[in-house]
């Protein structure tokens, strides 16, 4: 079999006559120095690292569990032909785990004066912002026996978005929202509805909204229809401390309280109502105000992407300081945040009243449907004692939202599959009943 290149050449070196020297330098230099000489000539011959050239071009933003693009161009301006091993470093969160090494390693061999783009594909795990770290690049002789490395930091961001998985319930709420604007059904009237139109009597329509004057009119019996009032302002509130940390499943609670207010957002801004969001824990970690119908959601996922939970406590007084500050005219304000039995009886109930007292508050929360599976369980010693833990932690949980309730507040808590829809539905039975 014919040996070429680096194969050949080993063995060639291999074939030399040796002999039984004394063990000294100079007789290991000689054996060597053949050997020595090619390694030498192979890492003269490799391609400079430092003079390379690095451009990136691509995605500056993908949604949390889509595929992102980041393309790299290399420029060879040295006179040597690079052959070469090069790694696109990210943080280990860009890529689903076991996938980063094929990912981020790429061959090239470039021409002199010739440049070659390479693509990195990331699929992030994590919302927030993603730095590109170093890249490194092990340039080859060509016999590839030795080699020169080295490392050049070229930036880019890639912020991850929250995902909005419930934006699949938009449509049905919709088409509620359709309902209580009068396009598909007549309303009642409400405390926070405004007169549409009339039409005529049918039984069963309710004899206070009967028009006298226009029934004197016309032959027939008229009454008026109502539409909820538009430009109302919401206020989102999302709890950023401690509770917000815990995970539900494989989702932390921030994450579903984010997609819930993303829902609600898309649905007030496309009944005409005026939408903002702040994030607090001890301060502001994030506000959202004065923007208009189609910069919202864009404005909102941008600022929620950031966001992470902070290992303190909430502070609540804080919080409604704020909160009054950001809605100065009466607003539902919804406050995203948790149930549990202290913070909410030590930190929300003593300054719901400041809320209460001007405006409409709801406040929504994220439950584990573990709880409930573990009410439920039976057949075992260890099932009963989880069941007897289970109904406790539902006790608990109902009694503080009984207490919410009889401050006027309304509750909705519902496991993070349900809670965005069932935030949804809340907030169109506020505006169905002229609540708002």
């Known amino acids: 079999m014919a040996l070429t290149g680096r194969t050949a050449l080993l063995a060639a070196l291999g074939s030399l006559p040796v002999g039984i020297l004394a063990p000294n330098w100079s007789g290991i230099l000689a054996i060597n120095a053949p050997l020595t000489l090619a390694i030498l000539c192979d890492y003269a011959l490799a391609a400079p690292v430092r003079k390379l050239q690095f451009t990136r071009t691509g995605d500056t933003s993908v949604r949390l569990g889509e595929t992102a693009t980041v393309q790299l161009t290399v420029t060879n301006p040295a006179p040597r032909r690079l052959r070469a091993h090069i790694r696109d470093a990210w943080p280990p969160s ?14 090239v061999t470039i021409p002199s004066g010739e440049r070659r783009r390479l693509t990195t594909e990331l699929r992030p795990t994590r919302r927030g912002d993603r730095q590109a770290q170093r890249i490194t690049v092990r340039s080859y002789g060509p016999l590839g026996l030795a080699t020169r490395q080295g490392s050049h930091e070229v930036p880019w961001n890639l912020r991850v978005l929250p995902p909005f998985t419930s934006r699949k319930h938009l449509p049905s709420k919709l088409a509620r929202l359709r309902e209580l604007d009068g396009r598909t059904s007549v309303l009642t009237r409400g405390e926070g509805t405004e007169f549409d139109s009339l039409r005529d009597y049918v039984p069963g ?76 824990d001890r301060r502001t970690r994030a506000q959202v105000q004065g923007r208009s119908a189609g910069e919202l959601l864009p404005a909102l996922v941008n600022a929620m992407a950031p966001l992470e939970s902070e290992l303190v406590e909430s502070d609540t007084r804080g919080l409604s300081a704020t909160a009054l500050a950001c809605a100065p005219r009466r607003s539902l304000i919804i406050i995203l945040t948790n149930l549990e039995a202290a913070p909410v009886e030590e930190g929300l109930l003593p300054v719901l009243s400041q809320l209460t007292q001007r405006h409409t508050v709801l406040v929504a929360s994220v439950a584990d449907p573990r709880i409930e599976e573990m009410a439920a369980a039976r057949g075992s010693i260890e099932s ?4 007897a833990a289970g109904a406790q932690a539902q006790e608990e949980r109902q009694r503080t939202a009984e207490k919410l309730k009889r401050h006027g507040v309304t509750v909705v808590d519902a496991t993070p599959e349900n809670l965005a829809p069932a935030l949804a539905d809340a907030y169109l039975a506020l505006k169905a009943t002229g609540r708002l």
Request: net charge positive; proline share 3%.
């Open 94 to 107: 860009s890529w689903k785990p076991g996938t980063e090494f094929a990912a981020s390693r790429h061959t």
């Open 205 to 280: 329509d309710d004899t206070r909204s009967i028009d006298w004057r226009a029934t004197a009119r016309h032959n027939t019996v008229a009454v008026r229809t109502w539409r909820p009032e538009r430009d109302r302002h919401i206020l989102l509130v999302l709890d950023t401390g401690r509770t917000s940390a815990g995970r539900v499943g494989d989702v932390p609670r921030l994450d579903a309280s984010m997609d819930a207010a993303l829902l609600l957002a898309a649905l007030a801004s496309r009944a005409g109502d005026r939408v903002d969001l702040l994030a607090y």
């Open 384 to 387: 009963v004692y989880e069941a």
